[in-house]
């Protein structure tokens, strides 16, 4: 089982990758398969507080459920952000510059798309991911 948040987008992302990559389709049709999508009860309103403003997107129910947790002082605070990062980590040749990109876009430590030893910092410069190596 694999959880999603907006499944019908990550399935969608899923299937162009199976296409482009034909190698992988089957693998990725199983995980496709698998797939539930956790926005679905705030959709439908089971779970709702005031709070969100009647939207149901990551960015307002998450700080209802986890108080403090927002995407403020995220590196990537944004699907166009993401994308940016994505292209320009496919530039990096080097593994080291391409590891050190990930690391400061995505802190896998902590599971948190933000270098956790400048989050602090993200807001006031505005974040974003900067390319490292070449």
């Not at 960015?59 to 699907?79: A, C, N, Q």
């Not at 876009?105 to 933000?114: E, V």
Request: aromatic letters at 8%.
């Amino acid at each position: 089982m694999r959880i999603a948040y907006n499944m019908a987008f990550e399935k969608r992302v899923l299937r162009e990758l199976g296409e482009s990559v034909p190698k992988l389709r089957k693998r990725l049709n199983a995980v496709i398969e698998g797939m539930i999508d956790l926005m679905e009860p705030f959709q439908r309103r089971d779970i709702y507080d005031w709070q969100m403003n009647g939207s149901y997107s990551l960015k307002s129910v998450l700080p209802v459920l986890v108080p403090g947790m927002t995407y403020e002082g995220l590196k990537i605070r944004d699907g166009a952000m993401a994308s940016e990062a994505y292209f320009a980590m496919e530039e990096i040749q080097d593994p080291a510059g391409r590891h050190s990109f990930e690391r400061i876009c995505w802190n896998t430590a902590s599971g948190t798309p933000w270098d956790s030893s400048s989050a602090g910092e993200d807001a006031s410069r505005g974040g974003g991911c900067e390319k490292v190596g070449s």
